[in-house]
């Protein structure tokens, strides 16, 4: 992303935000972590494995199971000046802190006039895929993507891991960090100066004419595996990263499709009311009239997540799925 | 309250072009009146209206293709002005009731214009054309009727591709008349959709219609010797065409054998009590249309030639009523003129008959063991069996002669 | 630790300009409850009112050791403690009409009053959810090495929320200097404390996460400030959050859509024989320390500040509506 050299360096997707939270703790004192075994434990995707050594307990807190209470904790210290990274261990659990992030963080800035914003940041493990069943594979972030107030990054790279959480910690406001468990394992080259990045804009992954495929998060990977695999059928996908879910980068998304004419959203959320459907309408009401086929979704099935294996992944969206509902949009082979 | 919709001019037409409004907002209208051009492949039209009152609402503008069904205009009748009122207001409401208006739109024209039935192929092309609005829009910009493009996509929808390939296709039949017309680019295009309408409806006939042709011979030597007597009394202006009396005889022996003047719809046999006779007039650029005369039997000769006159002359200038482009209960085709011996027509559905004439020619006839020199037509019929059968057929012919022979009866 | 109640015998050594203070801030809160019942009667404030009467000496009371700098988290029955911390009337009048000159602009209403400058934190109207974020303003005091204390203040309806429960086990945990003030009136909303929870003492549950804690008459001004200023000494020396349980008492309805049916007519005129009000000015009298003409005095005042605040109210302006979508996210850039 900067390009400022081509030195890299090997690393996995953990380590990179890992990296990041170290970065941020060294810059600024006002930074701390908190939350549920990110201490001894060292996180429980071992994330922040090492951290409670090197800063020690109190910039690196372990939490009661109070996720209400230590995320509201956590809006109250960025009131208080602080500047505090709160991981809730997975979105699942973030449901018990939701009053905090949706009634308090998110209505703040706006119920007092503008006087107090709350430059909160709170990181957050999501998605399926991993036989946790019902209860452990939520992806809710195109849920919280509806509440105005916050921000609503997912990040899919090692850049974005590496490079959001900076620029989300000098953000005035709450922003949410969606991290798919599947990705933490995920390796590949890193610059070796790699640092904050930008979190307003989309990214476009791949370049593309026949259609345009937007997605986030881990669906990335299937969606460019996908791209493989249609070039070959001669069918060229432009592939969108949305990164940020809310807010939105309209522009890079609507102009795509109004070259490419055709839209396919690979969400990994439930499709009633999910991020794909508002993508979906936006596409219709800004460039209907590049639409050359109708807007098409792939969500996860609208099941609780099942525990057996091959239920799971065909409740996920699928690479093979991207492919041939993109053969049959594109109508070549299909 | 009444929605003027773009009327359906035949089986084969699905949309037209408004050229034209005869009235504004306000005006006062009644049944009849012409308060609209419009522009269909076959040539331009006006369009009468069926409801007395006030225009309320003009909806598609000058220059706009639609589809057979959309709403054109609203009319308010005279005795609901609150109504009218309402209507204005809420915006929302109106649209609204278009859309419900354009679902029910085969009933809809049949309350319209009573005499039109609802042609299988009309209630077809009503269908809300699927177009990506990618290729909607190129269409328009491209200036290509969607009506006429086959969809490539799912379930037929026309997309960009298509209409690419439209536009492509037009370029090349463009290119091909320029040389000799080179400045009638836009009457090349009348002919194409002509071509293509003709096409569609002969297709559907010779598809669809089981004929059975017979052929008979007339003497026309009286009936031809009493019009050029006639003709001898009358100013250059009033004189008399053999196709009146041809048209007039048909007229006359369809009132003897009714089956043959009627539609075939729905898997059944309708007869009409009203004689409209279409009338196959060639035009000099090349194509054909078909406009009717009403009510042949209840006219004069006089009148029938009048009505003659006026509806080639309007034929040829391109303005001929709607009614005129969908009445037609039965088509007689006359190739005389060009030398043909026979006709053998191809019958314009739902019509379940076509009278063929060919020329008039002087043949050796014997007659009561003479032999002379007479002047003979051919006639034939071509009739759709699903309806008659060759008996009925035979008669009808028959009938004709008759009245040929003896035009004292006509 | 519980502490009882504490005895009247250091009120007799009350100032008589500190007796007048803290009356006057009663009687203004008061009159200024008053006021907006009238007004929200005419229309004029919408939305839900709370109404404070009857527990004014709580609010007056605890905002006497209070410093400046530190801050505040209230409920949404929270006029009382934003005028005794010292906002304007004038600009709470405002907001619960809707003003922009109002101190949360007209954004938040009647339930959401914030000010910047004497650092209070709302006006939160979800019932529990102050007391989490005040445990992290107090984090972010201690961990930043200042001497500040944050007073929470919430209802004995927010004791049986989970939020209560593990805001006082983490402040305990961390020693984060939080006052938790619970002003018990016995009431959420219209269901009585006794069929809310199995332990009707709330100082008990405070023990049981080792905090200390203390209950107070919170009908007695004096016995309110010595009770918080004790609490305040104890969380500014770095012991840890304290629990403060104030027994008080609302005159008025739950909001202004409330028949009441939940309590007796004779309960309210019993507990109204102890309106703080009355009786701190009867002793003050008693005392020889004022006169009906210094109360009469007091109330003019009252009621010229609550018709200055009226006035200041109507002359307000509406923010105009292009503005509609300010202060969803900050305006000014990352740092």
């Known amino acids: 992303m900067n390009g400022k050299t081509r030195e890299t360096v090997k690393t996995t997707y953990r380590d990179a935000i890992r990296e990041a939270i170290r970065e941020a703790m060294r810059r600024d004192e006002r930074v701390f972590l908190m939350g549920e075994d990110v201490g001894r434990y060292g996180g429980c995707f071992a994330v922040s494995k090492g951290l409670l050594e090197e800063f020690g307990p109190e910039r690196i807190r372990d939490t009661p199971l109070s996720e209400s209470t230590f995320v509201g904790a956590g809006i109250g210290a960025a009131l208080g000046g602080m500047r505090p990274i709160v991981e809730i261990m997975t979105v699942n659990f973030s449901l018990l802190a939701a009053d905090q992030i949706l009634n308090t963080a998110a209505t703040y800035l706006h119920m007092s006039g503008g006087l107090f914003n709350v430059p909160l940041v709170i990181r957050m493990a999501t998605g399926g895929g991993k036989q946790l069943a019902a209860q452990h594979s939520h992806s809710l972030e195109g849920w919280y993507a509806h509440i105005p107030g916050i921000k609503v990054l997912t990040p899919a790279t090692l850049e974005d891991a590496r490079g959001m959480l900076w620029t989300a910690l000098a953000d005035p406001d709450p922003v949410l960090i969606f991290e798919n468990s599947t990705l933490y394992n995920r390796e590949g080259e890193l610059s070796v100066d790699a640092g904050a990045v930008d979190i307003d804009h989309a990214r476009i992954c791949r370049q593309g004419n026949d259609i345009t495929i937007i997605t986030y998060g881990a669906s990335l990977y299937k969606v460019l595996d996908a791209a493989d695999i249609l070039e070959k059928s001669g069918i060229s996908a432009e592939v969108i990263d949305l990164r940020t879910l809310r807010p939105l980068d309209d522009a890079a998304y609507l102009s795509s499709v109004a070259k490419t004419h055709r839209a396919l959203i690979v969400d990994e959320g439930w499709r009633s009311g999910s991020i794909s459907a508002e993508v979906s309408a936006r596409i219709m009401e800004g460039v209907f009239y590049e639409l050359d086929c109708p807007v098409e979704r792939i969500c996860t099935a609208e099941v609780p997540m099942p525990y057996a294996s091959h239920l799971e992944q065909a409740a996920l969206p699928q690479t093979e799925t991207i492919v041939t509902t993109v053969k049959r949009m594109v109508r070549k082979n299909g | ?87 204005k207001i809420v915006e929302g409401q109106v649209i609204e009731k278009k859309e419900t208006a354009l679902k029910l739109e085969p009933e809809k024209v049949l309350v319209q214009e009573k005499p039109v039935p609802p042609l299988p192929e009309v209630l077809e092309g009503k269908k809300h054309f699927k177009v990506s609005p990618l290729a909607r829009k190129l269409a328009e910009e491209l200036n290509i009727d969607v009506s006429t493009i086959q969809g490539s996509g799912a379930d037929g929808i026309i997309n960009r591709a298509d209409v690419e390939k439209a536009a492509k296709e037009r370029e090349l039949k463009k290119k091909i008349p320029v040389t000799e017309k080179a400045k009638m680019p836009k009457e090349v295009e009348y002919q194409a959709g002509m071509r293509r309408a003709i096409a569609a409806a002969m297709s559907r006939s010779n598809r669809d219609i089981p004929h059975y042709y017979l052929e008979t011979r007339i003497d026309m030597t009286r009936a031809l010797q009493w019009l050029e007597a006639e003709n001898q009394k009358r100013s250059i202006k009033e004189r008399l065409l053999p196709a009146v009396l041809l048209l007039k005889a048909v007229a006359r022996a369809l009132k003897d054998v009714p089956g043959l003047n009627g539609y075939w719809i729905d898997e059944r046999h309708q007869m009409k009590d009203e004689i409209h006779i279409g009338f196959a007039i060639s035009l000099r650029q090349g194509g054909l249309v078909v406009p009717a005369i009403h009510n042949v039997d209840k006219k004069s000769i006089d009148e029938l030639m009048a009505a003659m006159s006026d509806l080639i002359a309007r034929t040829r200038a391109g303005r001929l009523r709607s009614s005129e482009m969908t009445d037609a209960t039965v088509t007689v085709t006359s190739l005389g003129d060009l030398g043909v011996e026979t006709v053998y027509g191809v019958i314009y559905p739902p019509q379940v008959a076509l009278v063929g004439f060919g020329r008039i020619s002087e043949m050796p006839w014997a007659e009561n063991g003479m032999l002379g020199i007479r002047r003979i037509l051919s006639a034939t019929l071509a009739a759709d069996h699903r309806a008659t059968d060759g008996n009925r057929g035979a008669q009808f012919l028959g009938s004709m002669k008759r009245y040929l022979q003896e035009v004292s009866m006509l | 630790m519980n502490k009882q109640e504490t005895t009247q015998k250091e009120t007799d050594k009350i100032s008589r300009e500190h007796a007048l203070h803290l009356l006057y801030q009663m009687l203004l809160i008061r009159r200024f409850e008053d006021k907006s019942a009238e007004l929200y009667s005419a229309m004029k404030i919408r939305g839900f009112l709370h109404l404070y009467n009857g527990e004014e000496a709580v609010a007056v009371g605890v905002m006497q050791s209070l410093k400046p700098e530190d801050a505040i988290v209230a409920t949404y029955r929270e006029h009382g403690q934003a005028l005794a911390r010292g906002i304007s009337a004038g600009a709470i009048m405002a907001e619960m009409y809707g003003k922009q000159e109002g101190c949360s602009r007209g954004r938040g209403g009647s339930m959401h009053l914030f000010d910047a400058k004497t650092r209070f934190y709302g006006g939160n109207a979800i019932v529990g959810c102050g007391l989490p974020v005040a445990v992290g303003l107090a984090l972010a005091d201690k961990m930043q090495g200042k001497k500040n204390v944050t007073c929470c203040l919430f209802g004995d309806g927010a004791v049986a929320e989970g939020e209560f429960h593990e805001s006082l086990n983490l402040a305990a945990l961390w020693k984060l200097p939080v006052l938790f003030f619970c002003e018990n009136n016995l009431y959420a909303m219209g269901t009585a404390l006794r069929y809310s929870h199995s332990v009707a003492d709330l100082s008990k549950k405070a023990e049981s996460y080792a905090v200390a804690s203390a209950s107070v008459d919170g009908m007695d001004i004096l016995a309110v400030e010595s009770a918080a200023k004790e609490a305040v000494e104890y969380v500014r020396g770095g012991k840890g959050p304290y629990f403060l349980e104030f027994r008080t008492y609302r005159f008025r309805a739950h909001s202004m859509f409330d028949p009441q049916l939940y309590r007796t007519k004779e309960e309210v005129e019993e507990w109204k024989k102890r309106d703080p009000i009355d009786t701190f000015a009867h002793r003050l009298i008693k005392q020889g320390l004022i006169n009906d003409e210094n109360i009469k005095e007091l109330e003019m005042k009252v009621e010229k500040e609550v018709n200055d605040a009226v006035a200041f109210a109507e002359a307000g302006t509406w923010e105009p509506v292009e503005d509609l979508t300010r202060f969803v996210y900050s305006e000014r850039k990352r740092t």
């Open chain 2, 1 to 87: 309250m009444a929605e003027f919709c773009m009327p359906s001019l035949g089986a084969d037409m699905k949309a037209a072009t408004l050229i034209e409004w005869k009235v504004k907002p306000g005006d006062f209208i009644k049944r009849g009146d012409i308060i609209a051009v419009v522009e269909a492949d076959k040539g331009i039209i006006e369009i009468e209206v069926f409801e007395e009152g006030v225009v309320d609402k003009i909806i598609v503008p000058e220059g706009k293709n639609v589809p057979v069904g959309t709403v054109l205009a609203i009319i308010s009748s005279m005795k609901e002005p609150s109504e009218t009122k309402e209507e």
